[in-house]
C-alpha cells in the first residue's frame, strides 16, 4: 500500500503524529530527512522540509520520487487575518492556496502572475498562476470527519508568502488582494508540487496567531500544532478503516 505522506516545517509540527508510529524506521542520511512507521497498519512518512516555499518544494519533490506516496498531508500553524472569523486556537483547511506576493510591485499596484503571463504549471492537466487547488476529494472527506467527530475545521483560501505581515496595513493588503482566511510560508509550495505530480494534497493548520501588528506574547504556536495534530491523527484513523 502507498504511504501517506506527512509534509511540515518544523519537527514539533507533527513530533505527537510521530510519537503514535509503530514499526518506526528513520531515515537520516539523505538531504530530507524523514520517518516511516504505521498507525493502525496504514504506512505514514513524516518529512520536516524547513520553513518557506523553496524548502517545501525541494522536499516535497524528494518525497513524491523517493516514496510515491498516495496522499500528501501539508499540516502546522498559521496567522489568520483579523475579519476572517477565525481566533488562535481554531483548525482550518485550505481549499485554494494563494501565492500571495508573486507577481510585480509597481506604481500603479500589485500584478498578479496571470496578468504578467507567467503560469507556475501549465501542462494538459492544469493552468495555475498565483492559485493551486487542492484535494475536493480529501477535503469533504475530512469535512465530513470532522463533523462526525464533533470538531470544527473552517475551510477557505489560504495565502502562501515570503515575507510574513507584520503589521495591520501590509495583513488588509494581502487579505483583500487574494481573498484568503489564513497566511502562511509552505503551502502553495507544497500543493503545486503535488499537483505537479498528480498526487492528492490536503492541507490542514492550526491557528497560533491573528495577523496583526507583529507581537509573539500574543501567540500560542503549541496549542495550534497541538489541535492540527491531533485532527490529521483522527483523519489518519478513519483512512485506515476505509483502508482495510
Known sequence: MKPILIIVAMKFEAS????????????????FPYVTGTLNQLPVAICVGG?????????????LERLQPQLVINTGCA??????????????????EVLGDDGAITSAGWIDLQTMKLPYLDNKSHLCFNEIPLSSKHIDCATTVASNSGI??????????????????????????????????EGAAVALTSLRYNVDC?????ISNMVEE?????????????????????????LSKATA
Not at 520553513?51 to 518525497?63: F, H
Not at 496595513?169 to 489564513?182: G, P
Not at 509573539?216 to 492540527?228: E, F, P, Q, S
Request: with cysteine; net charge neutral; charged share 20%.
Open 214 to 238: 507583529r507581537n509573539l506574547d500574543n501567540w500560542n504556536i503549541k496549542l495550534a500544532v497541538g489541535k492540527a495534530q491531533n485532527f490529521v491523527l483522527r483523519y489518519l484513523e478513519e
Open 51 to 63: 520553513v518557506g516555499k523553496i524548502n517545501a518544494a525541494a522536499a516535497t519533490a524528494s518525497m
Open 16 to 31: 505527537q503524529i510521530e510519537l503514535q508510529l509503530d514499526n518506526k524506521t528513520y531515515y537520516d542520511s539523505i538531504v
Open 202 to 206: 490536503l492541507e490542514i493548520r492550526g
Open 152 to 185: 470544527n475545521v473552517k475551510p477557505g483560501r489560504f495565502a502562501t508568502v515570503s515575507t510574513c505581515s507584520g503589521s495591520l496595513k501590509q495583513a488588509k493588503e494581502i487579505f483583500l488582494r487574494c481573498n484568503v482566511i489564513t497566511e502562511n510560508m
Open 79 to 96: 496567522g489568520a487575518y483579523m475579519d476572517s472569523g477565525l481566533s488562535i486556537g481554531d483548525l482550518t483547511m485550505a481549499t485554494i
